[in-house]
C-alpha cells in the first residue's frame, strides 16, 4: 500500500454534486481538498458535442453501463442504466435538459423533517449554480457557473407543432419551466454554451483546479471510507493496480451517485449487519436504510411516421450528418448543438390533481435503440418520424439496492421494482388518450402519416398495459438511496445537514439523498444539493 496522503476534506466523486462540492470549498483559502474520480477525462467528443450524448450510452470508458435485475413491472426484462463514468459524471453524458422540479417538491422534504430544504430555502441555490441567457430575475441565476439555454428558436420546425398542437389540446404554454410555475407545455432549457456542453466539470471543476488547494485523482476508484473510534477518517481506493489511502483531517463527503454511494458504505460495513455480515464484511453502523428507497422516472413513446422532414433526414444518412458536423465546426450551431428532446411539459392527467403528474417529451426524429454495447445510442430510422413520450413526474413504486459481494469492482444488485404501486401503471395508461389527442390537433395531426407505436387499433387498458410493460425504459433519474431524514431507525441515512446517521465527519452529497423524487430531469436538483452541501460543510468547519 502506497504512502497515506492527508488533506482536511476528501470528496468521493467527480460528479455533478461532487463537482460543485470540491470547488466550493476549495474558495476557503487554507482548506485543502481532494477529490477522486474513478473515471477519466471528458475530453471526448462524446461528451463535449452536446448530440454526442448518444455516443457516450454505452461507451465503456465513459459510462458504467449498469444493468438492473430482471423487473417484473417490465414483464421481466432489466432495465439499462446508464451512468457516468467520466469527469462531471452524469452531467457529462445526459441529454442536458435542465428542470429544477416543483417547488412542492422541495416543501416536501421539509415537511418531512428536513427543515432548510423548503423551495425558498433552495432557489438561492440553483440561481446560485445557473448563468441564464434570458437574464437574470427572481427566479433565473445570471452569473453561475452553469449556463442554461433556451431552444425556442433553434428547435426543429416539428418541435414548434408539438407546442402548437399542445395548446390547442388545452394545455397552456409555459416560457420557463424553471420559473413561477411548472406547468404548460414549451421549450426546454438545455446547459449548454457556445455550442458545446456545459458540465459540472467545466463549469465548476475546471476554473477551481487553478487554485494549489484542490487536488483532482482520477481512475481512482473509492473502496471503502475508513472508520475510526466512530468517525470518518479517510477513504481507501485504487489506482493502477496499487492501493492508496488518502486520510482526512476534518470530514469524507460521498457524492459517488444513487448508485455509488451507497454501494461504497455498505463496502465500508455501513448497512444492514446482517446482509453485510453474511459477504463477510463486519458490520460498522447499523443503516437498514442504505440502499433501500430507491426511485426512478420511467416512460415509453408512442411513435409516428412523418409526411415531413425530421431529424432522421439529418442524422441518417452519411452525407446529411457530414454536413450537420461542417455546420457544427464551422458555426458550433445546428441541430449537433442541441439536445433531441427539444419540447415538452409537464401536464395534469387529470383536472382533479393539484398539481402536474405526468412529464412530455417531444423528439423530432425516430429510432430503434441500439444493441446493449454498441457506442450508438440512436440510429434514425430511414423514413422521416417522430416520438412523443411521457413519465410519471412522482412515481410511488420504490426499490433496493445492495453489493453482491465484498468486491468493488462488482456492480450492485439493483431490483427498481417498477409498477410494484399501481398507480404508476395507472398513470401511463391514462395518458395514452392525452398524447393522442395532441396528436390529433391540426399542428401535428397535418404532419402525421400514421401512428407506429403502438398503433391507433391498441386502445384497451389491456392492451395499453402490455405495451407500456414491453416498452417502457428507465428515464434514467435514479434516485433516494441515502435517504435524508431526521430518523435513521425509520430508514434515513442522512440527518438534514447530510450527515451520515452514527458516523462522524461523513456526509452525502448528491442524488441519492433526495427523501422524493423531484418532477424532471435530475441533474439541476443534483447540483443544487451540491451547492448546498457545501456551505453546510463551510458553516461546520
Request: net charge neutral; glycine share 12%.
Amino acid at each position: 500500500m502506497a504512502v497515506a496522503e492527508e488533506c482536511d476534506v476528501v470528496v468521493v466523486g467527480a460528479g455533478s454534486a461532487g463537482c460543485v462540492v470540491a470547488a466550493r470549498l476549495s474558495e476557503t483559502p487554507g482548506l485543502s481538498v481532494t477529490l477522486l474520480e474513478a473515471g477519466g477525462s471528458d475530453r471526448s467528443v462524446w461528451v463535449r458535442m452536446p448530440i454526442g450524448y448518444g455516443g457516450a450510452f454505452y461507451h465503456p470508458t465513459l459510462n458504467w453501463r449498469y444493468y438492473t435485475e430482471p423487473d417484473e413491472g417490465l414483464g421481466g426484462r432489466a432495465a439499462y442504466w446508464p451512468r457516468g463514468k467520466v469527469l462531471g459524471g452524469s452531467s457529462s453524458i445526459n441529454a442536458m435538459v435542465y428542470i429544477r422540479g416543483q417547488a412542492a417538491d422541495y416543501d416536501g422534504w421539509a415537511a418531512a423533517g428536513n427543515p432548510g430544504w423548503a423551495y425558498r430555502d433552495v432557489l438561492p441555490f440553483f440561481r446560485r449554480l445557473e448563468s441564464n441567457l434570458a437574464g437574470a430575475d427572481e427566479w433565473r441565476g445570471g452569473d453561475g457557473p452553469i449556463t442554461v439555454r433556451d431552444v425556442a428558436a433553434a428547435a426543429h420546425p416539428l418541435t414548434h407543432a408539438f407546442v402548437a398542437a399542445s395548446e390547442a389540446a388545452g394545455h397552456r404554454r409555459n416560457a420557463d419551466f424553471n420559473g413561477a410555475d411548472q406547468e404548460g407545455v414549451g421549450f426546454y432549457q438545455i446547459t449548454t454554451r457556445g455550442g458545446l456542453r456545459a458540465s459540472a466539470a467545466t463549469g465548476y471543476l475546471y476554473p477551481a483546479l487553478k487554485r494549489r488547494n484542490l487536488r483532482l485523482v482520477t481512475h481512482a476508484a473509492v473502496t471503502r471510507i475508513l472508520v475510526d473510534g466512530g468517525r470518518a477518517v479517510g477513504v481507501e481506493y485504487q489506482r493502477g493496480g496499487d492501493v492508496h489511502r488518502v486520510m482526512a483531517r476534518r470530514e469524507v463527503v460521498l457524492s459517488a451517485g444513487a448508485i455509488g454511494s451507497p454501494q461504497i458504505l455498505q463496502l465500508s460495513g455501513i448497512g444492514d449487519p446482517e446482509r453485510l455480515a453474511a459477504l463477510g464484511i463486519a458490520p460498522v453502523v447499523v443503516a437498514p436504510g442504505v440502499g433501500g428507497n430507491l426511485m426512478d422516472h420511467v416512460g415509453f413513446d408512442l411513435v409516428y411516421e412523418a409526411t415531413v422532414p425530421t431529424l432522421n433526414q439529418t442524422l441518417g444518412p452519411l452525407w446529411a450528418r457530414g454536413l450537420a458536423g461542417l455546420r457544427y465546426l464551422a458555426t458550433r450551431d445546428g441541430p449537433l448543438s442541441l439536445s433531441v428532446n427539444q419540447g415538452g411539459g409537464f401536464v395534469r392527467g387529470d383536472p382533479g390533481r393539484a398539481r402536474p403528474n405526468l412529464q412530455l417529451y417531444f423528439s423530432p426524429l425516430s429510432y430503434t435503440r441500439a444493441v446493449p454495447g454498441k457506442r450508438r445510442l440512436t440510429q434514425p430510422d430511414s423514413f422521416p418520424g417522430f416520438m412523443l413520450g411521457i413519465s410519471n413526474c412522482h412515481p410511488k413504486s420504490r426499490g433496493w439496492l445492495h453489493i453482491r459481494s465484498a468486491d468493488p469492482a462488482a456492480p450492485p444488485e439493483i431490483h427498481p421494482r417498477y409498477f410494484s404501486a399501481p398507480e404508476d401503471m395507472d398513470e401511463l395508461i391514462d395518458s395514452v388518450p392525452l398524447m393522442r389527442a395532441i396528436a390529433a390537433e391540426a399542428p401535428l395531426a397535418r404532419v402525421i402519416a400514421r401512428e407506429l407505436a403502438p398503433g391507433p387499433d391498441v386502445t384497451s387498458r389491456e392492451a395499453l398495459t402490455e405495451f407500456i410493460r414491453g416498452r417502457t425504459t428507465s428515464v434514467f433519474h435514479p434516485c433516494g438511496t441515502c435517504r435524508m431524514g431526521p430518523d435513521a431507525a425509520a430508514g434515513a441515512v442522512v440527518d438534514p445537514a447530510l450527515r451520515v446517521h452514527g458516523v462522524a465527519g461523513l456526509r452525502v452529497a448528491d442524488a441519492s439523498i433526495m427523501p422524493a423524487i423531484t418532477a424532471g430531469n435530475l441533474n439541476a436538483p443534483s447540483l443544487m444539493i451540491g451547492e448546498k452541501a457545501a456551505e453546510l460543510i463551510r458553516a461546520a468547519l
